[in-house]
Protein backbone atom coordinates (compact mmCIF):
# COMPACT_ATOMS: atom_id res chain seq x y z
CA UNK A 1 0.00 0.00 0.00
CA UNK A 2 1.48 3.34 -0.73
CA UNK A 3 1.45 5.96 2.01
CA UNK A 4 -1.41 8.50 2.68
CA UNK A 5 -0.67 11.76 1.62
CA UNK A 6 -0.74 14.36 4.77
CA UNK A 7 -1.20 18.27 4.20
CA UNK A 8 1.89 20.49 3.74
CA UNK A 9 3.40 21.35 7.39
CA UNK A 10 3.81 24.84 8.61
CA UNK A 11 6.79 26.24 10.66
CA UNK A 12 4.39 26.93 13.53
CA UNK A 13 2.30 29.06 14.67
CA UNK A 14 1.76 32.53 15.42
CA UNK A 15 -1.32 34.75 16.62
CA UNK A 16 -2.14 37.20 14.01
CA UNK A 17 -5.16 39.82 15.48
CA UNK A 18 -6.92 40.01 18.55
CA UNK A 19 -10.61 41.34 19.76
CA UNK A 20 -12.79 41.24 22.79
CA UNK A 21 -16.52 42.37 23.97
CA UNK A 22 -17.71 43.12 27.55
CA UNK A 23 -21.15 43.70 28.28
CA UNK A 24 -22.30 47.64 28.40
CA UNK A 25 -23.73 46.95 32.43
CA UNK A 26 -21.14 47.67 35.01
CA UNK A 27 -21.77 46.28 38.23
CA UNK A 28 -19.74 47.40 41.30
CA UNK A 29 -18.82 46.38 44.59
CA UNK A 30 -21.07 48.55 46.07
CA UNK A 31 -23.80 47.63 43.99
CA UNK A 32 -23.66 44.12 44.94
CA UNK A 33 -23.37 45.15 48.66
CA UNK A 34 -26.38 46.43 48.34
CA UNK A 35 -28.21 43.01 47.78
CA UNK A 36 -25.89 41.08 49.74
CA UNK A 37 -23.69 41.24 52.91
CA UNK A 38 -20.66 41.96 51.56
CA UNK A 39 -18.88 44.90 51.45
CA UNK A 40 -16.11 47.16 48.76
CA UNK A 41 -13.26 46.60 51.24
CA UNK A 42 -13.41 43.07 51.74
CA UNK A 43 -14.29 42.11 47.95
CA UNK A 44 -10.97 44.55 46.90
CA UNK A 45 -8.44 42.82 50.07
CA UNK A 46 -9.48 39.56 49.37
CA UNK A 47 -10.21 39.43 45.30
CA UNK A 48 -9.07 42.22 43.92
CA UNK A 49 -11.97 43.44 42.30
CA UNK A 50 -13.89 46.63 42.07
CA UNK A 51 -16.44 46.12 39.47
CA UNK A 52 -17.27 43.62 36.64
CA UNK A 53 -20.00 43.42 33.67
CA UNK A 54 -22.35 41.74 33.35
CA UNK A 55 -25.02 40.96 30.41
CA UNK A 56 -28.59 41.01 30.35
CA UNK A 57 -30.62 38.47 29.49
CA UNK A 58 -30.98 38.71 25.84
CA UNK A 59 -27.50 38.53 25.84
CA UNK A 60 -26.49 35.41 24.96
CA UNK A 61 -22.73 33.72 25.19
CA UNK A 62 -22.85 32.98 21.48
CA UNK A 63 -23.24 37.05 20.73
CA UNK A 64 -20.63 37.92 22.62
CA UNK A 65 -18.10 35.28 20.93
CA UNK A 66 -19.29 36.71 17.61
CA UNK A 67 -18.50 39.86 18.59
CA UNK A 68 -14.93 39.33 19.36
CA UNK A 69 -14.37 36.74 16.65
CA UNK A 70 -15.23 39.30 14.23
CA UNK A 71 -13.13 42.03 15.94
CA UNK A 72 -9.82 39.36 16.01
CA UNK A 73 -10.42 38.71 12.22
CA UNK A 74 -10.77 42.51 11.42
CA UNK A 75 -7.24 43.05 13.54
CA UNK A 76 -5.05 40.17 12.07
CA UNK A 77 -6.15 41.90 8.35
CA UNK A 78 -8.22 38.89 7.42
CA UNK A 79 -11.75 38.71 6.31
CA UNK A 80 -14.30 35.58 7.83
CA UNK A 81 -14.21 34.16 4.52
CA UNK A 82 -10.60 33.26 5.60
CA UNK A 83 -10.90 31.54 8.61
CA UNK A 84 -10.89 27.58 8.06
CA UNK A 85 -11.54 26.76 11.65
CA UNK A 86 -13.34 27.67 14.91
CA UNK A 87 -12.74 26.51 18.27
CA UNK A 88 -14.69 28.40 21.28
CA UNK A 89 -13.86 27.97 24.42
CA UNK A 90 -16.51 27.60 26.99
CA UNK A 91 -17.89 25.81 29.99
CA UNK A 92 -21.11 28.30 30.18
CA UNK A 93 -23.05 27.09 27.36
CA UNK A 94 -26.92 27.36 28.62
CA UNK A 95 -27.12 23.62 26.61
CA UNK A 96 -24.61 21.13 25.42
CA UNK A 97 -26.13 21.51 21.96
CA UNK A 98 -25.84 22.70 19.29
CA UNK A 99 -22.44 24.18 20.33
CA UNK A 100 -21.17 27.51 20.21
CA UNK A 101 -18.85 27.40 17.47
CA UNK A 102 -20.80 26.31 14.62
CA UNK A 103 -23.23 29.54 15.78
CA UNK A 104 -21.00 31.88 15.99
CA UNK A 105 -19.59 30.89 12.64
CA UNK A 106 -22.51 31.36 10.99
CA UNK A 107 -22.70 34.64 12.92
CA UNK A 108 -19.62 35.73 11.20
CA UNK A 109 -20.61 34.76 7.56
CA UNK A 110 -18.97 31.55 7.43
CA UNK A 111 -20.19 28.50 6.90
CA UNK A 112 -18.72 24.46 6.09
CA UNK A 113 -15.74 24.88 8.59
CA UNK A 114 -14.53 23.17 10.96
CA UNK A 115 -16.80 24.60 14.39
CA UNK A 116 -15.79 22.74 17.68
CA UNK A 117 -16.34 23.70 21.54
CA UNK A 118 -13.83 23.15 23.71
CA UNK A 119 -15.08 22.81 27.88
CA UNK A 120 -11.29 23.18 30.12
CA UNK A 121 -12.92 26.24 31.82
CA UNK A 122 -11.14 29.07 32.82
CA UNK A 123 -7.93 26.96 31.06
CA UNK A 124 -10.52 26.36 27.84
CA UNK A 125 -8.04 29.64 26.07
CA UNK A 126 -4.74 28.61 26.12
CA UNK A 127 -6.59 24.37 26.02
CA UNK A 128 -7.76 26.05 22.41
CA UNK A 129 -4.81 28.08 21.30
CA UNK A 130 -2.68 24.71 22.05
CA UNK A 131 -4.69 22.88 19.68
CA UNK A 132 -5.36 25.41 17.11
CA UNK A 133 -1.34 26.00 16.90
CA UNK A 134 -0.69 21.87 15.85
CA UNK A 135 -3.57 21.94 14.00
CA UNK A 136 -1.69 25.03 12.04
CA UNK A 137 1.68 22.89 12.18
CA UNK A 138 0.68 19.63 10.94
CA UNK A 139 -1.10 21.45 7.80
CA UNK A 140 -4.76 20.73 9.12
CA UNK A 141 -5.64 24.22 9.50
CA UNK A 142 -4.58 27.60 8.31
CA UNK A 143 -6.49 30.55 10.19
CA UNK A 144 -7.66 29.27 12.96
CA UNK A 145 -10.28 31.47 15.41
CA UNK A 146 -9.66 30.75 19.02
CA UNK A 147 -12.49 32.57 21.11
CA UNK A 148 -13.09 32.45 24.69
CA UNK A 149 -16.74 33.61 25.70
CA UNK A 150 -18.69 33.02 29.01
CA UNK A 151 -21.69 33.83 30.66
CA UNK A 152 -21.24 33.09 33.93
CA UNK A 153 -24.25 35.32 35.27
CA UNK A 154 -26.89 32.53 34.27
CA UNK A 155 -24.84 30.07 36.62
CA UNK A 156 -24.40 32.30 39.78
CA UNK A 157 -26.81 32.14 42.89
CA UNK A 158 -26.71 35.82 44.01
CA UNK A 159 -27.06 34.53 47.33
CA UNK A 160 -23.75 33.33 47.42
CA UNK A 161 -21.57 35.62 48.03
CA UNK A 162 -18.55 33.51 48.01
CA UNK A 163 -18.58 32.90 44.25
CA UNK A 164 -21.23 35.59 42.87
CA UNK A 165 -19.13 38.83 43.75
CA UNK A 166 -16.04 37.00 41.83
CA UNK A 167 -17.33 35.98 38.34
CA UNK A 168 -18.42 37.85 35.17
CA UNK A 169 -19.02 37.94 31.33
CA UNK A 170 -17.27 38.50 27.96
CA UNK A 171 -15.50 37.41 25.49
CA UNK A 172 -11.70 37.29 24.17
CA UNK A 173 -10.76 36.17 21.02
CA UNK A 174 -7.76 35.83 19.04
CA UNK A 175 -6.38 34.54 15.24
CA UNK A 176 -3.47 32.30 14.81
CA UNK A 177 -2.40 31.74 11.07
CA UNK A 178 0.73 29.95 10.17
CA UNK A 179 4.80 30.93 10.65
CA UNK A 180 6.38 30.50 7.31
CA UNK A 181 9.64 30.28 8.68
CA UNK A 182 11.29 28.87 12.16
CA UNK A 183 12.11 32.18 12.93
CA UNK A 184 8.43 33.85 13.15
CA UNK A 185 6.72 31.10 14.76
CA UNK A 186 4.90 32.90 18.01
CA UNK A 187 3.31 29.97 19.38
CA UNK A 188 5.32 27.96 21.93
CA UNK A 189 4.77 24.10 22.95
CA UNK A 190 1.69 24.26 25.26
CA UNK A 191 2.44 23.10 29.06
CA UNK A 192 -1.06 21.34 29.79
CA UNK A 193 -2.82 18.88 32.39
CA UNK A 194 -5.79 18.02 35.12
CA UNK A 195 -5.79 17.33 38.58
CA UNK A 196 -9.06 15.42 38.65
CA UNK A 197 -8.40 14.27 42.15
CA UNK A 198 -9.58 17.89 42.60
CA UNK A 199 -12.21 18.20 40.81
CA UNK A 200 -15.16 18.43 43.66
CA UNK A 201 -13.46 21.68 44.48
CA UNK A 202 -15.26 23.35 41.83
CA UNK A 203 -18.57 22.89 39.69
CA UNK A 204 -22.58 22.83 38.76
CA UNK A 205 -24.63 22.09 41.73
CA UNK A 206 -28.10 20.18 40.64
CA UNK A 207 -30.00 23.71 41.18
CA UNK A 208 -27.70 24.23 38.12
CA UNK A 209 -25.21 26.88 40.24
CA UNK A 210 -21.46 27.61 40.19
CA UNK A 211 -20.16 25.88 43.75
CA UNK A 212 -16.50 26.54 44.99
CA UNK A 213 -14.92 25.30 47.92
CA UNK A 214 -12.46 29.09 47.92
CA UNK A 215 -9.69 28.16 50.05
CA UNK A 216 -8.85 24.88 48.67
CA UNK A 217 -8.52 26.29 45.32
CA UNK A 218 -6.79 29.20 46.59
CA UNK A 219 -4.39 27.06 47.98
CA UNK A 220 -3.78 24.93 44.69
CA UNK A 221 -3.71 28.10 42.08
CA UNK A 222 -1.11 29.53 44.22
CA UNK A 223 1.20 26.70 44.56
CA UNK A 224 0.49 24.30 41.21
CA UNK A 225 0.28 27.13 38.62
CA UNK A 226 3.52 28.94 38.46
CA UNK A 227 5.34 25.83 37.82
CA UNK A 228 2.94 25.11 35.02
CA UNK A 229 3.95 28.69 33.90
CA UNK A 230 7.85 27.70 34.11
CA UNK A 231 7.29 24.56 32.41
CA UNK A 232 5.50 26.58 29.17
CA UNK A 233 8.97 28.95 29.49
CA UNK A 234 10.67 26.06 29.59
CA UNK A 235 9.24 24.01 26.40
CA UNK A 236 9.66 27.25 24.84
CA UNK A 237 13.12 27.33 25.43
CA UNK A 238 12.78 30.85 26.97
CA UNK A 239 13.97 31.97 30.63
CA UNK A 240 11.64 34.47 33.06
CA UNK A 241 14.13 37.31 31.83
CA UNK A 242 12.83 36.98 28.26
CA UNK A 243 9.26 37.37 29.44
CA UNK A 244 7.89 41.06 28.45
CA UNK A 245 4.40 40.29 29.88
CA UNK A 246 2.87 38.03 32.71
CA UNK A 247 -1.15 36.82 31.81
CA UNK A 248 -2.22 34.54 34.07
CA UNK A 249 -6.17 33.97 33.97
CA UNK A 250 -7.47 36.57 36.14
CA UNK A 251 -9.26 34.58 38.91
CA UNK A 252 -7.89 36.76 42.02
CA UNK A 253 -5.96 39.58 42.24
CA UNK A 254 -3.49 37.45 45.02
CA UNK A 255 -2.92 34.51 42.76
CA UNK A 256 -1.60 36.38 40.16
CA UNK A 257 0.22 38.28 42.01
CA UNK A 258 1.52 35.04 43.41
CA UNK A 259 2.57 33.58 40.06
CA UNK A 260 4.20 37.03 39.46
CA UNK A 261 6.24 36.49 42.59
CA UNK A 262 7.41 33.46 41.59
CA UNK A 263 8.32 34.35 38.06
CA UNK A 264 10.29 37.50 40.04
CA UNK A 265 12.52 35.31 42.06
CA UNK A 266 13.57 33.40 39.36
CA UNK A 267 14.77 35.92 37.75
CA UNK A 268 11.78 38.53 35.47
CA UNK A 269 12.69 41.46 34.74
CA UNK A 270 11.89 44.77 36.31
CA UNK A 271 10.11 45.99 34.12
CA UNK A 272 8.08 42.87 33.71
CA UNK A 273 4.25 43.63 32.79
CA UNK A 274 1.57 41.92 34.75
CA UNK A 275 -1.80 41.79 33.61
CA UNK A 276 -4.47 43.17 36.25
CA UNK A 277 -7.74 42.98 34.11
CA UNK A 278 -9.53 41.51 37.07
CA UNK A 279 -9.97 44.87 39.17
CA UNK A 280 -12.59 46.08 35.91
CA UNK A 281 -13.47 42.74 34.12
CA UNK A 282 -13.75 40.20 37.04
CA UNK A 283 -13.04 36.72 36.48
CA UNK A 284 -14.82 35.88 32.79
CA UNK A 285 -13.07 31.97 32.60
CA UNK A 286 -11.90 31.39 29.47
CA UNK A 287 -12.42 35.20 28.17
CA UNK A 288 -10.00 36.33 30.88
CA UNK A 289 -6.42 36.05 29.06
CA UNK A 290 -7.34 37.36 25.62
CA UNK A 291 -9.11 40.40 27.00
CA UNK A 292 -6.61 41.23 29.50
CA UNK A 293 -4.15 41.29 26.41
CA UNK A 294 -6.81 43.21 24.20
CA UNK A 295 -7.14 45.94 27.14
CA UNK A 296 -3.87 45.80 27.79
CA UNK A 297 -2.96 46.59 24.17
CA UNK A 298 -5.50 49.31 24.44
CA UNK A 299 -4.14 50.83 27.34
CA UNK A 300 -0.72 50.76 25.59
CA UNK A 301 0.72 48.90 28.16
CA UNK A 302 2.34 46.12 25.68
CA UNK A 303 3.56 46.68 22.07
CA UNK A 304 3.11 44.13 18.99
CA UNK A 305 6.59 41.75 19.48
CA UNK A 306 6.42 41.73 23.39
CA UNK A 307 7.27 37.93 24.45
CA UNK A 308 3.67 37.10 26.72
CA UNK A 309 3.60 34.10 29.40
CA UNK A 310 -0.06 32.77 29.41
CA UNK A 311 -1.70 30.53 31.97
CA UNK A 312 -4.76 29.56 32.87
CA UNK A 313 -6.42 27.28 35.35
CA UNK A 314 -10.00 26.61 36.97
CA UNK A 315 -12.56 23.38 37.15
CA UNK A 316 -11.79 20.12 36.46
CA UNK A 317 -9.25 20.98 37.87
CA UNK A 318 -7.60 22.08 34.73
CA UNK A 319 -4.56 23.75 33.80
CA UNK A 320 -2.50 25.44 30.66
CA UNK A 321 0.04 27.41 29.38
CA UNK A 322 2.04 28.80 26.63
CA UNK A 323 4.33 31.27 25.55
CA UNK A 324 3.28 34.09 22.92
CA UNK A 325 4.47 36.59 21.15
CA UNK A 326 1.94 39.06 20.66
CA UNK A 327 0.60 40.50 17.66
N1 LIG B 1 -17.99 39.44 51.56
C1 LIG B 1 -17.74 39.48 52.89
N2 LIG B 1 -17.39 38.38 53.57
C2 LIG B 1 -17.28 37.23 52.91
C3 LIG B 1 -17.54 37.14 51.52
C4 LIG B 1 -17.90 38.31 50.88
N3 LIG B 1 -18.17 38.32 49.53
N4 LIG B 1 -17.35 35.85 51.13
C5 LIG B 1 -17.00 35.17 52.23
N5 LIG B 1 -16.95 36.00 53.29
C6 LIG B 1 -16.63 35.68 54.68
C7 LIG B 1 -16.82 34.22 55.01
O1 LIG B 1 -18.17 33.94 55.31
C8 LIG B 1 -15.92 34.07 56.19
O2 LIG B 1 -16.56 34.56 57.34
P1 LIG B 1 -16.36 33.89 58.77
O3 LIG B 1 -14.89 33.99 59.08
O4 LIG B 1 -17.22 34.72 59.67
O5 LIG B 1 -16.81 32.47 58.61
C9 LIG B 1 -14.76 35.01 55.86
O6 LIG B 1 -15.26 35.92 54.89
C10 LIG B 1 -13.55 34.31 55.32
O7 LIG B 1 -14.00 33.38 54.33
P2 LIG B 1 -13.00 32.57 53.48
O8 LIG B 1 -13.76 31.64 52.60
O9 LIG B 1 -11.95 32.00 54.36
O10 LIG B 1 -12.34 33.75 52.61
P3 LIG B 1 -11.12 33.71 51.65
O11 LIG B 1 -10.08 34.67 52.08
O12 LIG B 1 -10.67 32.30 51.36
O13 LIG B 1 -11.73 34.32 50.33
C11 LIG B 1 -12.40 33.59 48.16
C12 LIG B 1 -12.76 33.62 49.64
C13 LIG B 1 -13.48 32.78 47.46
C14 LIG B 1 -12.39 35.01 47.65
C15 LIG B 1 -10.99 32.97 47.99
O14 LIG B 1 -10.92 31.76 48.71
C16 LIG B 1 -10.65 32.70 46.57
O15 LIG B 1 -10.58 33.62 45.75
N6 LIG B 1 -10.41 31.42 46.21
C17 LIG B 1 -10.06 31.06 44.85
C18 LIG B 1 -11.31 30.91 44.06
C19 LIG B 1 -11.07 31.04 42.59
O16 LIG B 1 -10.16 31.69 42.16
N7 LIG B 1 -11.95 30.40 41.84
C20 LIG B 1 -11.93 30.48 40.44
C21 LIG B 1 -10.92 29.58 39.87
S1 LIG B 1 -10.94 29.81 38.15
Not at 35 to 61: C, H, P, Y
Not at 65 to 75: H, N, P, Q, R, S
Not at 159 to 188: N, Q, Y
Request: charged share 20%; glycine share 10%; with cysteine.
Amino acid sequence: MSSLRLAPAAAGARLLGLGSVQPDTVVTNDDLARRIDTNDQWIRDRVGIRSRRIADEKTLLVDMAADAGALAVEDAGLTPADIDTVIVATCTMPNPIPNAAAQMADRIGVNGIGAMDLNAACAGFCYGTGVAADMIRSGTARHVLVVGSEKLSDWLDMDDRSVCIIFADGAGAAVLGPAETPEDVGVGPVAWGAAGDLVSTIGIDEKNYLRQEGQAVFRWATTKIAPIAMEALDKAGLTPADVDVLVPHQANLRIVEAIAKKLRSQGARDDLVVADDIVHSGNTSSASIPMAIDHMRGAGRVRSGDVALIVGFGAGLSYGGQVVVLP
